[in-house]
Every structure is written in C-alpha cells, then in structure tokens.
C-alpha cells in the first residue's frame, strides 16, 4: 500500500504575500512530494508498507540500517505539520490553552516569541525548530535535517521548517525576515491548541 501525500490546508497562493505560491510550489510539489516518492519505493514490499507513518518513524529512528526510510519519513510527517502551522491572516498573540502554558513556562509571550526566533536563527545548517509540550510544561526545541520530535515521546504544537527551501525564493539570505514574518503573520494558534487535545 503506497503513502498519498496528504493535500494543502489552503491554497498554494493563500499565504501570499508572506510566503509567495511559487514557494509553496516548488516546496510542497517538489520537495515534499519527492519524499513520498522516495520513501513509498523504499518500503514497497515491506512490513512498513501497512503501517501508519509515525510508527515507521519510531521504529527507524535509532537504526542506522533504516536511515533513508526515516529521513523521508520524518519529512513527509515533518512538513504536512508544518503546513498546518500556518495559516492565512495568522501570528501574533495566541489564546486559549497554548497561551495560559506560554506563560506559565515563559512568564510572558514577548519572551517566549525572542526565544523562538532566536532558536529558529541560529539553528545552523538544516532543521527544524518547534514548540512542544514535555510533560506539564512547553519548550522550544531544535532538530537538526529530519529530525522529529515525536521519536522522543514529545508532542509537537507548532513548526517552523528553516531549511533554505522553505524561504529562500521569497527572502533569499534573510532567515530572520522570514522568521519573523512567520510569527508575525502565520502562525496557527488554533493548531496549536488542538495539538494539546
């Protein structure tokens, strides 16, 4: 049984003009799709072929034999969360639940929000940067390439992806523009809250 690529939340050019429809062109419709592709030959004819993702990815994580069916796995789960940690007219301050935790681990969310895009800037190379929960509290955590948080038992909120083909078309160099931007103007707050259950 092959992996379908889940579809869009929205449509290619709804996060215009913040993250442009020729990004999410060529992110979504090639990046994303070339790691289905990738990985439904990898585990054609497999076990994995009947499993849900995320337990190919826990299963993969730690094997170094498995490495390429974890990598495109995490990739495909990694940006389908992202795509739905945006959303049109997005960012600024959340509430409900996922705002009464921000400030019980950050005090307020000025420092939660410098915490974050300094977390998603410096993170060199490849990667990811989340907001999670662990246990009673959030943390703001890095992954480095396809990295997930859910192979150690975290629950993911939001995502922001800061490998250079997620905004290098629109912002070239610029990651903090396209950080901020993706604060300021994206950011799903009501996933997030769903995301906590």
């Known amino acids: 049984m092959s992996y379908t690529l889940p579809p ?3 449509a290619d050019n709804a996060l215009d003009p913040v993250i442009s429809a ?3 062109s060529f992110h979504y419709g090639k990046h994303h799709q ?4 990738k990985y439904n030959a990898a585990i054609e004819n497999t076990p994995m072929a009947d499993m849900p993702l995320e337990d190919v990815i826990k299963q993969t994580a730690s094997d170094a034999s498995k490495k390429g069916i974890f990598n495109n796995a995490a990739q495909i789960y990694n940006h389908t ?3 739905h940690s945006m959303r049109k ?3 600024g301050t959340p509430s409900g639940k996922v705002s009464d935790l ?3 681990t950050w005090g307020d969310f000025d420092t939660f929000k410098k915490e974050f895009t300094d977390k998603a800037g410096t993170l060199f190379g490849s990667g990811w940067t989340w907001l999670i929960k662990d246990g009673s509290k959030l ?3 890095q992954t480095k390439d396809a990295e997930t948080p859910i192979t150690q038992g975290k629950t993911p909120l939001i995502t922001i992806d800061v490998w250079e083909h997620a905004y290098y078309l629109d912002y070239q160099n610029r990651r903090p523009d396209y950080i901020n931007a993706f604060m300021d ?6 996933f997030a809250n769903q995301n906590l259950g």
Do not use: E, H
């Open 8 to 10: 869009l939340p929205y």
């Open 22 to 24: 020729n990004t999410l």
């Open 34 to 37: 070339g790691y289905c592709t």
């Open 81 to 83: 969360f992202y795509w």
């Open 89 to 91: 007219s997005g960012g």
């Open 102 to 104: 921000i400030k019980d």
């Open 139 to 141: 943390a703001i955590v």
């Open 185 to 190: 103007k994206l950011v799903n707050w009501d």
